[in-house]
């Protein structure tokens, strides 16, 4: 059992810049929509994710937030991943804007909920995976991306031929079983988080009372997909080449949440064909405030319990250490590396 602590330690959330600049400002010309191109039909009525909203893309924003052009906040190196993920070169991370969950404590809630971000063309995002691959990446992490789903597959069949790097799909989790089938070949390592079992919890936090759901048959997916994790360990530092992490952060006041969640990965997946994030890094952003049961951090009783129960289980992977709650971090989301 290896642990780590990963947390995001970059520049605190009061320092970021253009604060309170929204969405609808960084756009170009034409707003939510692309320029003229033949359209796509996952687009005109959109079925990419759990919500299946229906919506017309082309004419306004699906569930998520989001119409017919990619949105990126940030496309840079990123390194503090799991050490496996970010490695020593540096996780090359693309913040796709938008979400299709309304978790109320949303570290990255400019971008997931208020829709910070700058469009861009897919000629400029397959441009981003090269440069971050130039640029020491040790994977293409795509954060966020299934609401653009069509747009990272036209990308990545551009470039994928030059990439010798890994791609990662980093996600919430709330997935559909049917759009990870479709990523079969285009992903190496999958990186979904486990929120939830109970449906109670998963409404009044992220208004998906299916979110286990869903969640659970889209990582069954995942984990056949990917098989057993391929984990090279050379001297200079662990990589995943391919595999599943699936990452749960331990929350206030969800204690028994948390364990039965393990308990579910024991019994329903195949014996070390996963590895465990547990996180302690649970801080009350956006309006975790308005929910007096979570606006506080997790306590060392709370996470120590969960733990104990990962040990016990023998579930592999990477252990967060409580140090990591202590400050308040998150990514400077500025668009650095958005053209």
Known sequence: MTEADFSENLSPEETHSQEGQNFRECLPEGGLHRPPQPEDPDYRCCRLCPRRCGADRYQKPGFCGMGTAPVLARAALHFWEEPCISGRGGSGAVFFSGCTLRCVYCQNYRLSHQSFGKAITNQQLSDIFLRLAAEGAENINLVTPTHFLPDVIRALDRVRHRLSIPVVMNCGGYERPETIRRLSGYVDVYLPDLKYKSPALSEAYSKAPDYFQQASEAIREMVRQAGVPDLEVPPEGETLK??????????????????????????????????????????????????????????????????????????????????????????????????
């Open 242 to 339: 391919k595999g599943v992490i699936i990452r749960h952060m331990v929350l206030p006041s969800a204690r028994k949440d948390s364990l039965a969640l393990l308990s579910w990965m024991k019994e329903a997946l195949p014996e070390h064909h996963f590895l465990l994030s547990l996180m302690s890094q649970y801080t009350p952003f956006y309006r975790a405030k308005e929910f007096h049961e979570i606006d506080r951090r997790v306590t060392s009783f709370e996470y120590d319990s969960v733990l104990k129960k990962a040990l016990e289980l023998d579930l592999r992977g990477y252990m967060q250490e409580r140090t990591s709650a202590q400050e308040e971090y998150t990514p400077p989301f500025d668009l650095t590396g958005v053209p």
